[in-house]
């Protein structure tokens, strides 16, 4: 894989070596070594990945002081210690749990030590009952101080028409983000390269992975939906969704999320309806923010 511009976002396992002036986010391995990380990519290292196993290495998180990693834990959160916790703590972390069980409770009892969580809308299965619990968790706990994403990204998309989608929250943004796999295949995000749909291999050149068939119909997605009349395209939800949650399986069931759309949409209704009635407000948008940190502007500013 030949160095890759500045504008690209990628996702590379421990050990691959990757020029260019792209941001990088390392997935680290078993035998992890942040520090050469760190010293190699400085300024163009994104955030690190680690997997739940990875909090018992207390060595490793020491390591990871001062950096955003993103951890994938489970909702469970049954590697979560005392002790980890507070490692984790300086870090600047978000976990992404999985849309099922008790993932309320674990949203709750992270963004209570005041870590980020966000809920990954790219999981296959989904429980609804639990996605409805951690939105309304979410929604009216009044003593979250910690953005849940993707609701929060969303919400702000509803509410001020920001023009941030799943695609954009879940790191899937195709003119952005890619994925290198430990096997050397180049894809938009992990699950398309699970699906087999792959830009190529790690030695094709930068220009034959953009321009591949498969990255050309990403770019082009919506207009796809049109020509192909997908169901997606009378979609009350197309304006967050954007088709993401059935962009590898056309019959894949949304309706879980569909009633967080609905959900959140209902709050943004009251709320411009509070802030109507308000004398002197003002429901001006705020300045555009990265979805994956908020507070924080695109181009790295504060928002
Ligand atoms: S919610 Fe479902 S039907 Fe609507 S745009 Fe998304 S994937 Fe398509």
Redesign the pocket.
């Known amino acids: 894989m030949a160095d890759a511009p500045g504008y690209a976002r990628v996702s590379i396992p421990e050990g691959q070596w990757l020029g260019g002036n792209c941001l990088v986010s390392v997935r680290l391995g078993v035998d992890a070594g942040p520090e050469r990380q760190q010293s190699a990519y400085g300024e163009r290292l994104y955030e690190f990945e680690i997997h739940a196993a990875q909090l018992a290495d207390h060595d490793l998180l020491r390591s990871l002081r001062g950096s955003h990693v993103c951890v994938r834990a489970s909702a469970g959160l049954a590697e979560l210690t005392h002790d980890t916790a507070a490692l984790m703590s300086q870090a600047e972390c978000v976990f992404v749990l999985p849309p099922e069980g008790q993932v309320a409770r674990a949203a709750n009892i992270l963004a209570s030590l005041g870590f980020r969580v966000h809920l990954d809308a790219s999981a296959p299965v989904v429980d609804c009952s639990a996605l409805m619990a951690a939105t309304d968790y979410y929604l009216f706990n009044p003593v979250l101080r910690t953005p849940v994403q993707p609701f929060h990204a969303l919400l702000e998309h509803i509410a001020q028409g920001r023009g941030y989608t799943l695609w954009d929250t879940e790191s899937e943004s195709p003119a952005t983000d890619f994925y290198l796999s430990e096997d050397g295949h180049v894809s938009l995000a992990r699950r398309w390269h699970s699906a087999a749909r792959l830009y190529g291999c790690v030695g094709d050149s930068w220009d034959a992975l953009v321009d591949s068939p498969p990255r050309r119909r990403l770019l082009l997605f919506r207009r796809h939906l049109f020509l192909e009349q997908?169901?997606?395209v009378f979609?009350?939800?197309?304006d967050v969704?954007?088709?993401?949650?059935?962009?590898l399986d056309p019959i894949?069931d949304?309706s879980p999320?569909?009633q967080v759309?609905s959900r959140l949409r209902d709050e943004a209704e009251q709320a411009r309806d509070l802030l109507a009635r308000e004398p002197g407000s003002s429901t001006a948008p705020c300045p555009p923010m990265d979805p994956r940190r908020p507070g924080t502007s695109r181009d790295g500013g504060e928002a």
């Open positions: 997908s169901p997606c979609c009350a939800d197309l969704c954007g088709g993401y949650l059935r962009a894949a949304c999320w569909r759309f």
